[in-house]
């Protein structure tokens, strides 16, 4: 009596045996891929091994954290003409089957989970399914689209007496997942001190403290030392350095463009002497990196580079931004020279200006590739601007209907970045106008004069005559 328990648990077990052959088992599996860039071909394989008979393979594409389902492939074995699938279906036989699906350029909106569903009929009728699926996650990458390097907070002026920090802004765009960016200076990478907030625009000057490394050899000359020199040496005898107006040079400037309508005067003055506070060790630098997502998937960064500008050896300095991402066989980079703006060229129009005139005075360009960009400003030399102000901020200066007075006139281009200033000055001259009599213009260029009188005398005999 005590063996018919384990008699019947036997049964049981014979009973599921005998179930399980007559339902047959199904395995599935996706065969996994490693991170694909945008624009392969990507196949997706999936393995499923059985004894049953084939019903379905259906592939489908995950959307919407699972929430969808959006079917890319099926195959419905019902109406297919393989001999394989018209077995004896009690048959029992192991068979291994793969179903491949094949994205021939992938994008980045195909990034995501991808489902493989199979189904066989039931061994033990064919009403009844046994179904299984496998899953893999799609991993597509893009590298970057875009590269820039900028200077923050630009245009700015040049400080000399006072230090200055200094910030550039590398922004690199299209790139998935968000790539690796640095810099480098000189080609040397830069060891700089990781910031997670943005620095106060208020901060002075940062203090360096690691050890002292001298950066003289690359970029001062022996000009630039002794001008240093003197500057100490004035400090050290109570004087004080005279740099307002540094002396200028007798020599033309060829580059710069000569117009009938102007006499150029060779006065280019380039500020390159600096007080005590400018300093010969290399600066502290810091670096912040921000990631803003695109509704693409894509990633765009930014990374700010800052420091404590030094003149006297950053004047000259290439910068470089360099991105390292999976896609990329090699790193993508861009580069800026910081350099103070010399030598600017002035173009006057109309060539020959008459009075009545609007001349346009135009800064077009440098004798240099000026980074970052400079900020200009209009004086004229001894007296106001036209329109009564002492300067004007600009890259153009407008001068509406010029009267016979400015003829001679002197105008003062400052153009400046935190790298230098240079000062440019330019003579007007004005011809006479042959459709306004001599004379007869007012400091606006307008008629007035003799010519005025007699028509107002003429228009007094006229009332006279009528009156009589």
């Known amino acids: 009596m005590r063996a018919a328990p384990s008699l019947r648990g036997c049964v049981c077990l014979l009973l599921a045996a005998i179930l399980d052959l007559a339902r047959g088992y199904l395995t599935v599996n996706i065969e996994p891929l490693p991170p694909v860039v945008a624009g392969d071909a990507v196949t997706l394989k999936c393995n499923f091994k059985t004894d049953g008979r084939m019903r379905e ?222 300093h010969s060790a290399e600066p502290i630098y810091f670096l912040r990196h921000s990631h803003t997502p695109g509704s693409d998937g894509t990633v765009e960064v930014r990374a700010l580079l800052t420091w404590t500008l030094n003149p006297q050896i950053d004047n000259e300095a290439l910068f470089s931004c360099e991105v390292k991402h999976p896609a990329l066989s090699m790193p993508m980079q861009a580069e800026v020279t910081l350099v103070a703006p010399k030598g600017p060229k002035i173009m006057m129009t109309p060539s020959r200006a008459r009075v009545g005139d609007t001349v346009r005075i135009l800064v077009h360009g440098f004798q240099n590739e000026v980074f970052p960009e400079p900020m200009f400003t209009w004086t004229r030399v001894g007296s106001r601007l036209l329109d009564g102000s002492t300067e004007f901020d600009g890259k153009e200066l407008v001068l509406e209907r010029v009267p016979a007075e400015l003829n001679g006139s002197m105008y003062r281009c400052t153009a400046q970045n935190p790298l230098g200033s240079t000062d440019t000055h330019t003579r007007l001259i004005v011809f006479e106008n042959p459709n306004i009599p001599r004379g007869t213009e007012d400091s606006n260029g307008s008629a007035s004069g003799p010519a005025g009188v007699r028509l107002t005398l003429v228009l007094a005999l006229t009332v006279v005559l009528e009156l009589t």
């Open 57 to 278: 393979i259906v592939w489908y594409r995950v959307t919407d954290g699972g929430t969808i389902k959006q079917k890319i492939f099926t195959f419905d074995a019902m109406f297919s003409t393989n001999y394989s699938y018209m077995e004896n279906y009690r048959k029992r036989e192991d068979l291994v089957y793969q179903s491949t699906v094949r994205l021939p350029e992938v994008r980045i909106s195909d990034n995501g989970p991808y489902e493989c569903h199979v189904g066989i009929y039931d061994r033990a009728t064919r009403e009844k399914v046994v179904l299984a699926s496998g899953n893999i996650f799609l991993n597509v990458m893009a590298p970057p689209t875009s590269i820039e390097v900028m200077a923050a907070d630009m245009p700015a002026p040049f400080s000399r007496y006072q230090a200055q920090n200094f910030t550039l802004v590398c922004i690199v765009s299209g790139g998935k997942p968000a790539p690796m960016v640095y810099f480098k200076r000189d080609g040397e990478p830069i060891d700089a001190v990781p910031l997670t907030e943005p620095l106060e625009a208020s901060s002075g000057p940062f203090q360096d403290s690691r050890p002292f490394r001298s950066l003289l050899h690359r970029d001062l000359d022996d000009t630039k030392m002794q001008r240093s020199l003197s500057l100490l040496d004035a400090e050290n005898r109570g004087g004080r350095p005279y740099t307002e107006r540094p002396a200028r040079s007798l020599t033309p400037d060829p580059g710069v463009l000569l117009q009938p309508t102007t006499e150029n005067v060779p006065e280019t003055v380039v500020s390159r002497e600096f007080p005590r506070w400018v």
